[in-house]
Nanobody, 119 residues
């Protein structure tokens, strides 16, 4: 089993910043991709950003240079630095990890952390 624990969400004013963290633990050999998705009220879940174990990053178009994803492979942790937050970014943010385990390769999800941006 693999567990992902997220932290860093909360309430912030528009224009403010937050930093999300997600740490993977449990039984796995390695983690390929780690990333963040979000689901805003009434909308589908969408990719925010992802990073490979080698440090290659991928961002959604709406990020506009305001968000930075990073990763500490030794700690099995991925971070998302979010700056200049907008009200429309109010959502539940989910961490994802693409793990290699004894059962093969599969995606694991965190429980989600709420970010509320007040206008």
């Amino acid at each position: 089993q693999v567990q992902l624990v997220e932290s860093g969400g909360g309430l912030v004013q528009a224009g403010g910043s937050l930093r999300l963290s997600c740490t993977a633990s449990g039984r796995f050999f390695s983690i390929n991709l780690m990333g963040w998705y979000r689901r805003a009220p009434g909308k589908q879940r969408e990719l925010v950003a992802a990073v490979t174990s080698g440090g290659i990053t991928n961002y959604a178009d709406f990020v506009k240079g305001r968000l930075t994803i990073s990763r500490d492979n030794a700690k099995n942790t991925v971070y998302l630095q979010m700056n200049s937050l907008e009200h429309e970014e109010t959502a539940v943010y989910y961490c994802i990890a693409d793990c290699f385990t004894t059962y093969g390769r599969r995606d694991y999800w965190g429980q989600g952390t709420q970010i509320t941006v007040s206008s």
